[in-house]
């Protein structure tokens, strides 16, 4: 792909479409994947996935986790707006994203 991203670690985005979108929550990106389009979310997308038997877990288990989300079904969370927003790419020494909204800067 080699795109740049609309989206880094850390930053606090919104679900607007998927099954993931449920009630539009927001959420912390944990990681981000831009080789394959998709960036994982904390509390948005659980699966179950099963645990095979080992010392760890005599019995086997279920566990809940995060799956990825694809980036094109995300969008940043403005704090000023209080919504999600479009961004503004700005040339400056690096390049920053900013709200178009509000101008809020996003990358300090």
């Known amino acids: 792909m080699g ?28 990681r981000v994947f831009p080789s394959k389009g998709v960036a994982i ?8 996935k099963t645990i095979r ?3 760890d ?3 086997g288990a279920i ?8 980036i094109s079904n995300l969008m940043l969370y ?3 707006c209080k919504r ?3 961004i503004a790419r700005e040339r400056a020494e690096k390049m920053l994203r900013k709200c178009k909204r509000c101008g809020y800067n996003f990358d300090g």
């Open 3 to 30: 795109k740049s991203m609309h989206i880094k670690r850390n930053d606090v985005v919104s679900v607007i479409s998927g099954s993931a979108a449920t009630g539009r929550k927001n959420g912390k990106v944990l």
């Open 41 to 48: 979310v904390e509390g948005m997308n659980y699966i179950k």
């Open 53 to 55: 038997k080992s010392q």
């Open 57 to 59: 877990n005599p019995n």
């Open 63 to 70: 566990v809940e986790k995060e799956a990825p989300i694809a």
């Open 78 to 80: 403005c704090p000023h």
């Open 84 to 86: 999600h927003v479009k």
